[in-house]
């Protein structure tokens, strides 16, 4: 499969413990994408990144929140000290050079408990 | 700030019966426009999208959309639906050649009786 893959799935964790996701985009794609969804809302854009730069960060929900894309492929999200409030699906998604459309992955479901 | 507004949430159809999904945007710049589709159990998937030219364009599975500038409106439509329709539709805009980020409707989430 080339399409955008995230790990893991589902993640359940306690409230106060750390969490870290992974997406890997569609190779060759240099707009890398983070969003959350909560259940019966739209996607909710996080961050991006172009090849290893964060262009946008003022929309990560607090500064809990933090990613990363150090060789410009694949890309972390961490949250830390996580709240009941975090519980959500994070999608990520990745665009080529050149072309507006966004291809999204599966997503990560966190419950934090 | 931009913002996507999807004025049904929750729409029912027989198969065969005609659909319209409204979607209105805030912005008075040059927007890109794009329909995603999230059938249960599956991710994001675009259906179509609108860059600029002929407003009325067409996408995957018999999707269609007209882009109204001058009511800011990408509404979808399709002819007859079928059972496997069934999903969650998005609408979503972001600013034209920026690169940047989508900004989503609440969506719309679509039954149809077979």
């Known amino acids: 499969d080339t399409g955008v893959s995230q790990d893991p799935r589902h993640k359940i964790t306690k409230r106060g413990q750390n969490v870290t996701f992974r997406c890997d985009p569609i190779?060759?794609?240099?707009?890398l994408y983070w969003y959350r969804q909560t259940l019966g809302q739209g996607p909710e854009f996080l961050t991006y990144?172009?090849?290893?730069?964060?262009?946008?960060k003022s929309r990560l929900l607090s500064d809990r929140f933090s990613a990363e894309r150090p060789k410009g492929s694949f890309s972390t999200l961490e949250i830390q000290r996580t709240e009941q409030g975090d519980s959500a699906m994070y999608l990520c998604?990745?665009?080529?050079?050149?072309?507006?459309?966004?291809?999204f992955g599966p997503g990560t479901r966190l419950l934090v408990l | 700030a931009q913002s996507v507004s999807q004025h049904n949430h929750h729409v029912i159809l027989s198969e065969a019966a005609s659909l319209e999904l409204g979607c209105n945007y805030s912005?008075?710049?040059?927007?890109?426009l794009f329909w995603y589709v999230q059938y249960p159990g599956q991710h994001l998937q675009l259906l179509l999208k609108?860059?600029?030219?002929?407003?009325l364009v067409k996408g995957i599975k018999g999707f269609e959309a007209e882009f109204i500038k001058s009511k800011f409106s990408f509404n979808l439509r399709k002819p007859s639906v079928q059972w496997s329709d069934t999903a969650e539709y998005f609408c979503?805009?972001?600013?034209?050649?920026?690169?940047?980020?989508?900004?989503f409707g609440g969506g719309t989430r679509l039954m149809v009786k077979p």
């Open positions: 998604a990745s665009s080529p050079r050149g072309e507006e459309t966004q291809y």
């Open positions: 979503a805009v972001n600013l034209n050649n920026a690169g940047n980020m989508l900004t």
């Open positions: 912005y008075g710049g040059t927007v890109n």
């Open positions: 609108y860059f600029s030219g002929d407003p």
């Open positions: 990144f172009q090849n290893e730069a964060q262009l946008e």
């Open positions: 190779s060759e794609h240099n707009r």
